[in-house]
């Protein structure tokens, strides 16, 4: 009965191990997939905002004519906790009105040395177009709601459209331009995706199958013990 228990023990360790590898495989074929998709769409030549339909595709390149907006820049955005070189800072997000509503353009981070003052990130007179991709933030996990303080520059912790819309007495996109590198307003743009995500998980999943290997092998002595 009990070499009974310890063989169960065993194979269900294993098949533990195994569930856990193959999810992680799966994990990492995800990321390559979104990696993937990330790299072909920034390929592509860009698509002027007012043909677009009201729900691009994650990454699609996005031009905007510099008469079809105007920068909202007395009403900007801080998203607090944004690291850069292990240095803290924020993501600047900015709102520009586009016909009746409103995008919210991040234009990439700043550092903060000061937490007692906020960076400047004023607006400069520009006569350009504005370019970047699209990107749909997912839901962030949060442990209570927050509260917003009405003055602006607003620091916030998570970007929540609903909310921003309520903010602006507006309505807002479901999504945000990333604004592309060496424009007009751009601060330091990070890349959203690393090159090669996968690697990470298919580390992961090697681990797994590898206890599950030496699982078995454990097994394989405990019954040979047996006999």
């Known amino acids: 009965?009990?070499?009974t228990i310890k063989y169960l023990t065993f194979l269900s360790l294993i098949t533990?191990?195994?569930?856990?590898g193959l999810w992680q495989v799966d994990r990492g074929n995800e990321k390559k997939d979104i990696y993937n998709s990330y790299i072909n769409k920034l390929s592509n030549g860009p698509i002027d905002l007012n043909i677009l339909s009201n729900e691009p595709g994650q990454f699609?390149?996005?031009?905007?004519?510099?008469?079809?907006?105007?920068?909202?820049?007395?009403?900007?955005f801080l998203l607090d906790n944004k690291v850069n070189n292990?240095?803290?800072?924020?993501?600047?997000?900015?709102?520009i009105k586009?016909?009746?509503?409103?995008?919210?353009v991040n234009r990439g981070w700043v550092t903060n040395h000061n937490r007692q003052r906020l960076p400047n990130i004023n607006i400069i007179d520009s006569k350009s177009n504005l370019e970047g991709y699209i990107y749909y933030y997912a839901d962030a996990y949060e442990l209570e709601k927050d509260t917003y303080q009405l003055?602006?520059?607003m620091v916030i912790q998570n970007i929540k459209l609903d909310d921003i819309s309520k903010i602006l007495d507006s309505d807002v996109l479901p999504y945000?331009?990333?604004?592309?590198?060496?424009q007009d307003n751009a601060y330091a743009i990070q890349s959203r995706y690393q090159e090669n995500p996968e690697l990470k998980h298919?580390?992961?999943?090697?681990?797994?199958?590898?206890?599950?290997?030496?699982?078995?092998?454990?097994?394989?002595?405990l019954l040979r013990k047996a006999k």
């Open 1 to 3: 009965m009990i070499k």
């Open 16 to 20: 533990l191990c195994v569930i856990l």
């Open 60 to 76: 699609t390149n996005v031009i905007i004519q510099n008469s079809s907006f105007r920068y909202l820049s007395k009403k900007q």
């Open 86 to 95: 292990h240095q803290a800072g924020y993501e600047v997000l900015t709102p």
């Open 98 to 104: 586009v016909d009746k509503t409103i995008l919210l």
């Open 151 to 153: 003055d602006f520059p």
């Open 176 to 182: 945000v331009l990333i604004l592309s590198k060496k």
């Open 202 to 221: 298919y580390m992961y999943a090697g681990q797994w199958f590898l206890f599950a290997l030496i699982g078995f092998i454990f097994m394989i002595i």
